[in-house]
């Protein structure tokens, strides 16, 4: 039997937060072997001491500037070697961090949300641009290579629960999900819709206003993109709603790899 490889990504709104609200669990049930997380906003020293150092793990911490702000981080059960913060360049708001572990390249990735207004919607137009441009010998590695976190963007009508209703809403502006296309058609896999095909939902974040997250009104966008060697072993996907009911408003998707390729 092929052992998988499991790669989890969860935007976890705060990890000390998180740890109090059901988080241990949730990663217990989860079992990654690598963990992609965002907008931890804490630094390791700030961490209850188990969590600063996960057990079992190796942690690499990429926390912003500004104490208490978005973050990112990569906690494997491999050794890993960090390969590059940001996107080729400063990175003061922690939202890239590129590793290498377990013979794959992972990269967590928290996008700007340009919901609050204009100049973040700019700011998030800006990041995406040169987003784009860091990708894309990155797609073209023989190495696998996983991009992982919360996009802000849900790229088609099947990934948020009302199209109508949210065209004019950063996340799902039309030239977001045009961004999110040319990304898929520079060589990456969009994993958990190949995984599962088209579909309504599901979802991996809902807001916090009227019953969105008990009606389940919410938004696909949390990401697990895979280059082509990447994609050539993938295995399976999973989206743990409890995770974004009772942890985080974002829930835990997950891809599971082969250990190689599949023989063509």
Known sequence: MVRRMRITTWNVNGLRAALRKGFPDHLQRLDPDVLLLQEVRARPTQLPSPWARPEGHTALWHPAEQPGYSGVAVWSRHEVEILETGLGGPDPEGRVLRVR??????????LPSGSSGEVRQAHKDGFMERMSAWLAPLAALEEPVIVGGDLNVAPTDDDIHDPRANK????????????????????????FRAAHGPGKGPYSWWSNRGRARELDRGWRIDHLLGNAAAAARLRGASILREGGLDTSDHAPVSVDLRQRPRRA
């Open 168 to 191: 004019a809403n950063s996340g799902f502006l039309p030239h977001e999900r045009a961004w999110f296309a040319d990304v898929l058609a520079s060589g990456w896999t969009d994993l």
């Open 101 to 110: 572990t377990g013979g794959i390249q992972v990269v967590s990735v928290y």
